[in-house]
């Protein structure tokens, strides 16, 4: 299972301020479906104005495996040059 950490403003709009969860998924898309059902909406708060990191990396491309033990990460898109 993938290990969650929400950051502010995720956490409490969502999870009721919890900041990490365990969730199983095969990548990116189906963890973000998986949260979704969870919290109805996150998905598309997540598009519109958030980022996720596996293992510490910026993840462009939703659809790369995950492995069991990733480390995601979803924190707000900073605007900024």
Do not use: N
Not at 33 to 57: H, I, N, S
């Amino acid at each position: 299972m993938a290990r969650v950490v929400l950051t502010a403003p995720f956490d409490a709009r969502f999870f009721g301020g919890v900041g990490e969860l365990e969730i199983p998924a095969s990548d990116l898309f189906a963890l973000v479906r998986a949260l979704d059902l969870r919290a109805p909406g996150f998905a598309l708060a997540v598009e519109e104005g958030g980022l996720l990191a596996v293992d510490g990396e910026a993840a462009a491309d939703w659809s790369v495996a995950l492995r069991d033990d990733a480390e995601v990460l979803v924190v707000p898109r900073i605007a900024g040059g």
